[in-house]
């Protein structure tokens, strides 16, 4: 039963995630990218200059690519990329469509830099909150999935390959000022869209050196409730063999495991490390409780 309501919880999640990435990314580039001109990659980077030069309507170029992409994608790599890239592929440009029909959508702002600013922002938070539930944006994604497939390439090849085919056609329709406008918007997206990824992942790791090891370990477990892993380690000046104390928390625990040993051992040698991800029992599975060994 606990199982059944996992996985219909993670469904929900994934669902509502979607749902939000691609209604915010909808609503920047009706209120942001397009009032202003300001380029950007994928395919709606293509819409814009074919816009442009032909005044075709953005949202349903976009379709068109994106559903031509995904059946491509479907016939080259397989079922895996369909599944995960279709919503994106019918919601994005459907929510385009809506947004753009908005009365005074793009007139927020008139200012093109803060435009540009709250366009890389929310780019970022909109790709990022997809990506998080292992879902695919669809569009040039699914492009530079093939290519890398077909040519035996890394991925990431081809995303600076197409990136810079987009951004440079956009830049033979577009003046001086949206070229840089949309430099800003890239920068600011890659910084965001990183920090969502790991958002509520990150950790703090604790690599504690004393010959008291064995108090601190216990602490560690009872007082501060967190894992610990013992490590052989041999000293430098005295190549004395004993035990490193490793434990990983997180940062709101951080002053009470520093209180813990300085209480124990003031000399102890400790180094503090940001970690990106953590996974596994007692963080992205639930903590299995166990009587602990008093001895080594």
């Known amino acids: 039963m606990n199982k059944v309501k996992k996985t219909a919880a993670e469904s929900f999640k994934t669902a509502l995630f979607v749902l939000l990435g691609n209604g915010l990314l909808a609503f ?48 080259i790599i397989g079922r895996k990329l369909f599944f995960t890239s279709i919503a994106s592929t019918i919601l994005y440009p459907f929510m385009l469509s809506l947004f753009q029909k908005i009365p005074h959508i793009d007139t927020l702002t008139d200012n093109t830099l803060l435009a540009s600013l709250f366009a890389g922002v929310l780019m970022g938070l909109s790709l990022g909150l997809v990506m998080r539930v292992g879902s695919s944006t669809g569009g040039m994604d699914i492009t530079n999935l093939i290519l890398a497939k077909l040519t035996h390439k890394s991925v990431a090849y081809f995303v600076y390959i197409t990136d810079f085919i987009v951004v440079f056609s956009q830049a033979v329709v577009s003046d001086s000022e949206s070229i840089m406008m949309g430099i800003v918007v890239l920068v600011l997206e890659s910084l965001i869209l990183e920090q969502v990824m790991v958002f509520g992942k990150s950790q703090i790791q604790l690599f504690v050196i004393s010959p008291r090891f064995e108090e601190i370990r216990m602490k560690f477990l009872t007082e ?73």
């Open 28 to 75: 920047l580039v009706s209120a942001f990218i397009i009032p202003h001109d300001i380029i950007m990659g994928g395919t709606t980077g293509i819409a814009l200059v074919l816009h442009k030069l032909f005044n075709v309507d953005t949202a349903l170029v976009v379709f068109i690519l994106n559903l031509f992409l995904l059946v491509l994608g479907l016939i």
């Open 224 to 296: 501060l409730g967190a894992g610990v892993t013992m490590s052989h380690i041999k000293t430098g000046a005295l190549s004395t063999e004993q035990l490193g104390v490793i434990c990983v928390i997180p940062s709101r625990k951080l002053y009470s495991a520093n209180e813990i040993v300085r209480s124990i051992d003031p000399d102890a040698f400790i180094t503090v490390t940001k970690i990106k991800e953590v996974r596994g029992r007692g963080f992205t599975e639930e903590r299995e409780e166990l009587e602990f060994n008093t001895e080594i």
